[in-house]
């Protein structure tokens, strides 16, 4: 977890602090246009899916940061803003994916995402008043080429999941997983070599 601090020169925008993980207060007039944006979209995205669900993934092609060829999601996706978050070709992700995409979530080519997957970038302070502040930053999240998520498993910010990797359904995955490994458990740990 990274530590609380703020330089007060910075001339970043909030925007720019947010992207590249740095500490940044989300009530910005152009972060809250890019999330009301994004429930536009994923709105747009579920409608569209009711009616065509090979149709409706050219909604996410406007929305997300890459979406590969051959990828189909399954509605409903959550996001909060859509453009960090890329998803490789031929991945499959199943419903209710929840990607709090604050700064970049990768995911792999050939990737099976099983339903109620949860991928979590932010993170807050620890100490209490830069909390009440509003105060945030986030870590990364990659998945690898290949890999297999089982339903209900959630991912916390700054995790890498290496090509080949399978985590067991409902695991919280709290820290990096070798590629071609196993991982089960809350929290996750590796249990054997694929």
């Known amino acids: 977890m990274k530590s609380f601090h703020i330089d007060e020169n910075d001339p970043r925008s909030s925007w720019e602090k947010m992207v590249a993980g740095d500490w940044y207060i989300a009530d910005d007039p152009e972060i809250q246009q890019a999330f009301r944006h994004a429930l536009v979209e994923t709105e747009r995205f579920a409608g569209a899916y009711t009616a065509d669900p090979d149709a409706a993934q050219e909604v996410l092609r406007g929305l997300l940061g890459s979406f590969g060829e051959g990828a189909h999601v399954r509605a409903p996706l959550l996001v909060d803003y859509g453009t960090q978050l890329h998803v490789g070709a031929g991945t499959f992700v199943?419903?209710?994916?929840?990607?709090?995409?604050?700064?970049?979530?990768?995911?792999?080519?050939?990737?099976?995402?099983?339903?109620?997957?949860?991928l979590l970038t932010p993170i807050h302070p620890l100490e209490l008043e830069p909390r009440r502040q509003g105060w945030e930053a986030a870590e990364p999240i990659t998945?690898?080429?290949?890999?297999?998520?089982?339903?209900?498993?959630?991912?916390?910010?700054?995790?890498?999941?290496?090509?080949?990797?399978?985590?067991?359904a409902g695991?919280?995955?709290?820290?990096?997983?070798?590629?071609?490994?196993?991982?089960?458990?809350?929290?996750?740990?590796?249990?054997?070599?694929?």
């Open 94 to 118: 199943n419903f209710q994916l929840t990607a709090l995409d604050v700064v970049e979530i990768r995911i792999g080519k050939n990737c099976q995402l099983g339903p109620n997957i949860q």
């Open 143 to 168: 998945i690898g080429d290949d890999v297999w998520i089982g339903g209900g498993v959630t991912v916390l910010p700054g995790v890498s999941i290496g090509d080949g990797a399978v985590i067991g």
């Open 171 to 194: 695991s919280v995955v709290t820290k990096d997983v070798p590629p071609r490994s196993l991982a089960v458990g809350n929290p996750a740990r590796v249990i054997r070599e694929l």
